[in-house]
Each structure stands twice: as C-alpha cells, then as structure tokens.
C-alpha cells in the first residue's frame, strides 16, 4: 500500500514540474538585447562642409570684413596616417567615448577634428579700415573698403585656416533603437541593426593658421568659439562587442575669439556645417 501511495505521488511529482516546464520553458536572454550598463567608444573619419561666412579682422591698425568667404575641408582619404600613431590629426578624425544610462539612451563625449581652409583662390568684398605704419609690409593695403573686390590668390592679404584643426569638443545624448527585426534578423548576438540619433553641444579649440596682412601668426590651441550638433546614423554591431558606424552630422558654430598674432589681434566668424562620419568601435559591459 505504501508502496502505491509512493508511486502515485512520484507521478504527481513528476506530471506537475512536467507541466511547469513546459509552461516555462528556459530561456536564454542575448547579450544585445540590452544595453543599459554598457561602455562604447569608437574612430573614425570625416568629411566637412561649410557655408560661406562673414569673417571680421581686427587689431592694432586695421579693422574689416571679408564678406560672405568660400571655405572646403582638406581631405587626405584613405591613408594610413588615420591609424600611424602621432599623425592622427594630419587627417580628419572623429573620437568618442560613451555610456548607455538607459537600454536606449547613451551620453558621450567626442572630438570632431575637422579641416577648415578659407579657399584662397576667390575675389572677396571687403569692408573696412586698413591704417598699418609705412614700416610694416602690410602697409601696402592701407585704405577704406566699401564692398571692394580683393583678390586673395596670392596670399598677401590674408591666408586663414583652422587646418590643425577645426576642433569641436562636445558632449552628447543619443538614442538607440534597434531595427534588426524589420530586416528578419533574430539572432542579434552576431549582427544587430540599430538607428542612432543625437544632439550635442560644446566648445571650439582650433590651433588656427593665419597670416594677417603678412603679419606673425599664431600657433597655439586656444577655445575660440562654441557649436550646437545633431545627427543620425546607423549602427552595425558584429558578434556582440564590435561595430561599423555611419553618421550624418551638422550643426552651428559661432568663433567670437580666433587668435590670429600673439598680440590682441582676433577674428571672428560664424557658419553652418554639414559632416559625413565613418567610424569603428566596440561596446562592452564593465
């Protein structure tokens, strides 16, 4: 009897985990399904682009304006100076560095090195007072502009870069959502799909090229202005921890203080700008 009794609970036993089971099937959670928690940082390369802008000079003996001025990025395309340790600024870099505070929300911090060059071949308006002493070489532009063409070809007038480099130093929140599923893609742990979009805000720290009126430039970093960003992107995540990433980018930028010499003389200009951004990374969970 005992024996029965014995049996007939084991049968119980057995039939009710049976079902439990089966109305609970393990699972096994993929490491891509959330992010909150997770370290990303990743490189890149960029393209720049530029709209014309008003750029004021001023200092001791002249004060003017070159009116709206042509400007384009300096590209070096694929070139192993993007990854030779000690010429990663001679190319247009992006760097960032982040954390995903929320499965779909990231905040970052990053360097966009851009290129600006003023395009030296065109004839600008000039507007203005130029009044050098006769021993200065830049004398030879002393006068009153109104809307006056000035060929900037040679260079002698003025030369104006931010070429070491455009350098826009920001902080960012973005938001993730992963669109894997749209493409039938399952098994996110080896490829994942994911839509990225943010805004951003920071400072401008050029090292600016200028030759002034043929005087001394000024060779050193300085933080010359702040932007506003926004961009987009898509996000191709391999096996878990390593991804490709694609981004559009653009924004404001406003140098109210671009040193030009080693004396109180200064610049000052603002225009919009356009990025395309490919970039490398990994994202681990510490």
Excluded: C
């Excluded at 959502?177 to 994911?194: A, E, P």
């Excluded at 400072?203 to 970093?221: C, G, I, N, S, Y």
């Excluded at 490709?244 to 040193?259: L, P, S, W």
């Amino acid at each position: 009897m005992k024996t029965k009794i014995s049996h007939t609970a084991f049968l119980v036993f057995f039939f009710t985990v049976n079902v439990f089971a089966q109305n609970n099937p393990p699972s096994t959670e993929l490491y891509t399904a959330h992010n909150k928690g997770k370290f990303f940082a990743h490189w890149g390369g960029n393209r720049a682009y530029y709209t014309t802008s008003d750029i004021h000079f001023e200092g001791e003996g002249y004060n003017f304006t070159v009116e709206n001025a042509q400007s384009h990025d300096l590209p070096k395309g694929w070139n192993i100076d993007y990854i030779k340790p000690g010429s990663l600024t001679s190319s247009q870099t992006n760097w960032k560095v982040g954390y995903f505070f929320r499965d779909k929300f990231n905040v970052s911090i990053g360097i966009d090195h851009m290129k600006y060059v003023m395009t030296q071949n065109q004839t600008a308006m000039i507007n203005g007072n130029i009044n050098l002493p006769s021993g200065e070489t830049g004398s030879a532009f002393n006068g009153s502009y109104n809307n006056k063409p000035i060929d900037l070809t040679d260079g002698k007038f003025l030369k104006f870069e931010h070429t070491n480099g455009l350098n826009y130093v920001f902080a960012e929140t973005a938001y993730y959502t992963d669109i894997s599923s749209i493409f039938g893609i399952r098994n996110t742990d080896i490829f994942q799909l994911n839509f990225t979009q943010g805004v951003g805000m920071g400072l401008l720290v050029p090292r600016t090229d200028a030759t002034v009126l043929e005087k001394q430039r000024h060779d050193e970093f300085h933080i010359s202005g702040y932007g506003f960003s926004a961009d987009a992107g898509l996000n191709f995540t391999f096996f878990k921890h390593f991804y490709a990433q694609t981004e559009i980018k653009g924004g404001y930028i406003n140098m109210t203080d671009v040193r030009t010499t080693y004396t109180d003389d200064h610049a000052q200009h603002h225009f919009w700008y356009g990025e395309t951004i490919v970039s490398f990374g990994g994202i681990f969970r510490l």
